[in-house]
């Protein structure tokens, strides 16, 4: 699966922003999708997972009540909404894949990437 990534831009604390990831092929709600960020310097990091039918989704503790991953299987598109955003949410936002990923918190247990889209929040 191919995921392409888009909707970041520069913001200022308190605004919000839709990323959306729009995944190739036809096995698209096959897949665990995740969000993740990676900010200068530091590593990369879970933000949001939600299973394949989208009842099942977890957060990072930082930003829950603020963001909302969903997804739309028919549109082969999953979605990360956040609101309330701040300063420290400024990173490179990466949507990912994976048929069962076993440890979602974990950058390494998945298989697709896509290439990141950029979150600058200004304070």
């Not at 308190?14 to 036809?26: H, Q, T, W, Y």
């Not at 299987?73 to 994976?98: F, G, R, W």
């Amino acid at each position: 699966v191919q995921l392409q990534a888009s909707g970041g831009g520069l913001v200022q604390a308190g605004d919000s922003l839709r990323l959306s990831c729009a995944a190739s092929g036809r096995t698209f709600r096959r897949y665990v999708m995740g969000w993740f960020r990676q900010a200068p310097g530091q590593e990369r990091e879970f933000v949001a997972s939600t299973n394949q039918d989208g009842g099942n989704v977890y957060y990072r503790d930082s930003v829950k009540g603020r963001f909302t991953i969903f997804r739309e299987n028919a549109k082969n598109t999953v979605h990360l909404q956040m609101n309330s955003l701040k300063p420290e949410d400024t990173a490179i936002y990466y949507c990912a894949a994976d048929p069962g990923v076993a440890r979602p918190t974990r950058p390494v247990d998945w298989n697709y990437w896509g290439r990141g889209t950029l979150v600058t929040v200004s304070s």
